[in-house]
């Protein structure tokens, strides 16, 4: 059971490409963070994650608060899980050019390609993000590292993914109706082959949700933890489920998440549910019901007790705010999905 696509259904990935950029070294791009991305956008739904894919030539990628650069070439593709604000450049040392300015043209134009002329070798990237839903992205958000890097070309699903993305942002203009539909499914595509590619890369001493994922018993827990989020689940049915003693689900669950099960699904009934408040229409009760709880009173004490807020003021609170969460991800109220070596 795949439990990866259980989650990224429920956080509804929403995909775009900002720009294809063409880059003659020497040259340094300062790029902008999510906050600063999403006030460029009709809308701020939800947690930015930004993407960029190099296609030709190489460069390098740095955070603001890091000194060492990471390398990049052809086929690697570098995601800013947070949204962080970054340099990416080749050759010699030269002041940096801020890209806010001309990202935002680009985004109010519908125009993506974008040019930094050096005279020397060139590198091609294509840039974009994805949204998700601020608070259900935490699951598999809050473990990464603010950076990752993975190479797609050396599988045929990454290559195709690669080819097509390519092929869809060349014609872009030309594509007619439905175009960036197709750019968008594409990034969403891309982003969960990295995400893929790098639960394989982890080493086998790693914890944390993604690992979790990746072992047997571990794996099968929570993908029916999130297949089934109002079954009223105990250990011993969901160890009956999987195939071992509770002890052992105890265990291992422990082991890589550092909570109970139990516990873990308590926490992701709560943020569905802050989901559905913010959402949808559905009354409090209602919530409830949809993901397990028969006692309205006994679920406004669980949801305040992870929002610091009752349900329906926590809704009337979102409703008021009219900059959804952007950029890093809050520890705050946060599943407990701590990546550790």
Avoid at 145 to 156: E, F, G, H, S, Y
Avoid at 257 to 263: A, C, G, M, N, Q
Wanted: charge should be neutral; include cysteine.
């Amino acid at each position: 059971m795949d439990v990866l696509s259980e989650v990224l259904k429920a956080v509804k990935l929403d995909g775009a490409v900002f720009f294809h950029g063409e880059f003659a070294a020497p040259w340094c791009a300062r790029e902008p963070d999510a906050g600063t991305l999403a006030s460029y956008l009709p809308s701020q739904p939800g947690h930015i994650i930004i993407f960029h894919l190099l296609l030709e030539g190489r460069g390098y990628v740095r955070l603001d608060q890091e000194d060492r650069p990471v390398p990049l070439t052809a086929g690697d593709i570098i995601i800013l899980t947070h949204g962080d604000a970054h340099l990416m450049g080749n050759g010699p040392p030269v002041p940096p050019v801020d890209t806010s300015q001309q990202i935002r043209q680009i985004i109010a134009d519908g125009r993506m390609l974008s040019q930094l002329a050096g005279g020397g070798e060139l590198t091609k990237l294509i840039c974009g993000y994805l949204i998700c839903d601020a608070q259900l992205c935490r699951v598999f958000l809050a473990g990464l590292p603010a950076m990752l890097k993975v190479n797609i070309r050396d599988t045929p699903s990454g290559q195709w993914l690669e080819n097509t993305l390519r092929y869809s942002v060349d014609h872009a203009e030309a594509s007619g109706p439905g175009g960036a539909a197709v750019i968008a499914k594409l990034s969403e595509a891309l982003f969960v082959e990295t995400l893929r590619r790098y639960i394989t890369q982890l080493p086998h001493t790693q914890t944390g949700w993604l690992a979790g994922v990746r072992d047997p018993d571990v794996g099968k827990a929570l993908a029916l933890l999130h297949q089934q989020p109002a079954r009223p689940w105990t250990i011993a049915t969901l160890a009956a489920e999987v195939g071992v003693s509770r002890s052992v689900l105890a265990e291992r669950f422990q082991h890589y998440l550092t909570d109970t099960p139990i516990s873990y699904l308590t926490r992701w009934r709560l943020h569905l549910a802050a989901r559905l408040l913010t959402s949808t229409s559905k009354s409090v009760a209602e919530v409830a019901g949809d993901i397990g709880y028969e006692s309205e009173p006994s679920f406004n004490r669980a949801f305040k007790r992870e929002f610091d807020l009752p349900p329906a003021r926590f809704r009337s609170q979102a409703k008021s705010t009219t900059h959804p969460s952007v950029g890093r991800v809050s520890t705050n109220a946060q599943l407990n999905t701590t990546q550790s070596k």
